[in-house]
Nanobody, 124 residues
């Protein structure tokens, strides 16, 4: 079955950086839009960023624009989220997801497969 495995989370001070990775297996990776979502304690899961199958189109939630960058390497079946200038409010479990649909990619119900998540904690 399809697997999405996130890595790269951890504890970082405010202003620091982390790079999340999501390795996909058992799917035709280059045919899927990929997205990152996050869920903070006591809050609903929210959209963070998405990237088209080719990598040519990206979209971000306003709160991370200019700080986060989503990218993908189709040869490695991996999608990345580079997070800079981290803030305490970025603290959450981050999930990657894969979508076969040709949509915008900001809604969680557009995604077919999900990873287990990686925890990011930003201290003040």
């Amino acid at each position: 079955q399809v697997q999405l495995v996130e890595s790269g989370g951890g504890l970082v001070q405010a202003g620091g950086s982390l790079r999340l990775s999501c390795a996909a297996s058992r799917l035709t990776f280059s045919s899927y839009r990929m997205g990152w979502f996050r869920q903070a304690p006591g809050k609903e899961r929210e959209f963070v960023a998405t990237i088209s199958w080719s990598g040519g189109s990206t979209y971000y939630v306003d709160s991370v624009k200019g700080r986060f960058t989503i990218s993908r390497d189709n040869a490695k079946n991996t999608v990345y989220l580079q997070m800079n200038s981290l803030k305490p409010e970025d603290t959450a479990v981050y999930y990657c997801a894969a979508s076969v649909y040709n949509g915008v990619g900001v809604r969680s119900d557009e995604y077919n497969y999900w990873g287990q998540g990686t925890e990011v904690t930003v201290s003040s």
